[in-house]
């Protein structure tokens, strides 16, 4: 019993082209390596690795964001002009300095031309980068507080202005509103620079 065993351990170790005479027969093949049955052999993974999904946006993408950004960052220096003209103007009425007068109807128009860029810039990118699914709640969030913030703008630049100079109620409404519409807007833009994904 042992030889038989012993012999079927060095067919086994044996190179893969060995031949073994057996005596009054012709050469025949030894197996080369253990032959397990298919329910013991290890089955192939069925299930394929899924590729991440090639993504591209246009060209333009990159300088649309890079304006985007300059708008961004004209933005903060604007509301701090925009503020103390404000004061200045909620505290003296039609008696308040020229220069907070002229200034914040000019500053009033580079807001709106700064936020009218940033607006069309920052949706058409919304728009381009749409299957882009990494940062898409960072940036849909983003897009609604600007949104928004556009809304609290227009209102008080259109809708309360005119009255502000005649009432010191208006004013105070206005001045609010303002305030809040920069508030969300500097959230809108700092969530976009502290949220990294």
């Given at each position: 019993?042992?030889?038989?065993?012993?012999?079927?351990?060095?067919a086994?170790?044996?190179?893969?082209?060995?031949?073994?005479?057996?005596?009054?027969?012709?050469?025949?093949?030894?197996?080369?390596?253990?032959?397990?049955?298919?329910?013991?052999q290890?089955?192939?993974?069925?299930?394929?690795r899924?590729?991440?999904?090639?993504?591209?946006?246009?060209?333009?993408?990159?300088?649309?964001?890079?304006?985007?950004?300059?708008?961004?960052?004209?933005?903060?220096?604007?509301f701090?002009?925009?503020?103390?003209?404000?004061?200045?103007?909620?505290?003296?009425?039609?008696?308040?300095?020229?220069?907070?007068?002229?200034?914040?109807?000019?500053?009033?128009?580079?807001?709106?031309?700064?936020?009218?860029?940033?607006?069309v810039?920052?949706?058409?990118?919304?728009?381009?980068?749409?299957?882009?699914?990494?940062?898409?709640?960072?940036?849909?969030?983003?897009?609604?507080?600007?949104?928004?913030?556009?809304?609290?703008?227009?209102?008080?630049?259109?809708?309360?202005?005119?009255?502000?100079?005649?009432s010191?109620?208006?004013?105070?409404?206005?001045?609010?509103?303002?305030?809040?519409?920069?508030?969300?807007?500097?959230?809108?833009?700092?969530?976009?620079?502290?949220?990294?994904?």
């Open positions: 019993m042992h030889s038989s065993a012993l012999a079927l351990l060095l086994l170790a044996g190179p893969t082209d060995t031949t073994r005479v057996v005596p009054d027969s012709a050469p025949v093949a030894m197996p080369s390596r253990l032959e397990l049955p298919l329910s013991l290890l089955q192939a993974d069925t299930t394929p899924r590729r991440r999904k090639s993504i591209e946006v246009s060209e333009w993408y990159e300088r649309r964001l890079r304006i985007h950004r300059y708008g961004a960052y004209a933005m903060i220096p604007l701090v002009f925009q503020a103390a003209a404000g004061n200045e103007l909620y505290q003296k009425g039609s008696g308040a300095d020229g220069w907070a007068r002229n200034g914040h109807r000019i500053g009033a128009t580079g807001l709106a031309t700064v936020f009218g860029v940033n607006t810039t920052g949706l058409w990118n919304l728009w381009d980068s749409r299957v882009v699914e990494q940062g898409r709640t960072r940036r849909t969030l983003h897009a609604l507080l600007m949104l928004a913030s556009d809304a609290g703008f227009a209102y008080a630049g259109i809708k309360l202005s005119e009255d502000a100079e005649q010191a109620d208006a004013r105070r409404k206005h001045r609010n509103t303002a305030y809040a519409s920069m508030g969300v807007a500097l959230t809108g833009a700092g969530m976009m620079v502290l949220w990294r994904d």
